[in-house]
């Protein structure tokens, strides 16, 4: 969808460096999610935004920060990749009242 | 609490044939439902999704989902598959703005439609 882009599309990086993976939005919705997609799993949230620096974890949390400085853009940190941080990273952003969620294209991140 | 269950990982059809892919979910609070779609390489995209009302929603591409309260259910149909159908399929249940609107997902349900 044109109104939501995630950075970069892949990734490879090495265990133990850190990682930002960048959401960006033109349509000034307030919430904003990232998720991870992993076979066997479908997706799980790991945080979510609700404003601008009003952020919270989801239920996959533990090795990831996040941070939302302005509406349009929400960063999420992998602090020091680990191999099981091997994943498939959606964000998704909703207006709130049920609209449903516009996804982004995903970035495919591979820690070696 | 919140959770999604997807009884089927797999769904194998003929292109023609009718399908259903079944989907629980449970809730401690009112629910709000929808059923996502995901081509291969692709994000996901909002099939249909039931917040109130009628408990037969109708989405695109021809699909279908029937809420049931009793049963805790909320099954997708389509009459007539085509081969484009095949993908991968996600219910997800929500809490509505008093969980700021997180979704909770199943973890999937792979149709392929076969010729």
């Known amino acids: 969808d044109a109104g939501i882009t995630q950075s970069p599309r892949h990734k490879v990086t090495e265990t133990g460096t850190p990682v930002t993976l960048r959401c960006h939005q033109t349509?000034?919705?307030?919430?904003m999610y990232w998720y991870r997609q992993d076979p066997g799993h479908g997706l799980r949230l790991i945080h979510y935004?609700?404003?601008?620096?009003?952020?919270d974890k989801g239920e996959v949390s533990d090795g990831y920060s996040v941070s939302r400085s302005k509406t349009e853009d929400f960063l999420l940190t992998l602090e020091s990749a680990t191999s099981s941080q091997t994943s498939v990273y959606f964000c998704?952003?909703?207006?709130?009242?049920?609209?449903?969620?516009?996804f982004g294209s995903g970035t495919r991140l591979t820690v070696v | 609490a919140q959770s999604v269950t997807q009884l089927d990982s797999q769904v194998p059809v003929f292109e023609e044939a009718p399908v259903e892919l079944r989907c629980n979910y449970s809730?401690?609070?009112?629910?709000?439902l929808f059923w996502y779609v995901q081509y291969p390489n692709q994000g996901l995209q909002l099939l249909l999704k039931?917040?109130?009302?009628?408990?037969l929603v109708k989405g695109i591409n021809g699909f279908e989902a029937e809420f049931n309260k009793s049963q805790t259910s909320f099954h997708l149909r389509k009459p007539s598959v085509h081969i484009s159908d095949t993908a991968e399929y996600f219910c997800?249940?929500?809490?509505?703005?008093?969980?700021?609107?997180?979704?909770?997902f199943g973890k999937g349900t792979l149709l392929t439609v076969n010729p």
């Open positions: 998704a952003i909703t207006t709130g009242a049920f609209g449903g969620y516009t």
């Open positions: 349509e000034n919705h307030r919430y």
């Open positions: 935004s609700y404003g601008v620096k009003d952020t």
């Open positions: 809730s401690s609070v009112s629910v709000y």
């Open positions: 039931y917040l109130s009302g009628s408990t």
């Open positions: 997800a249940v929500s809490g509505g703005g008093g969980s700021n609107y997180k979704l909770t």
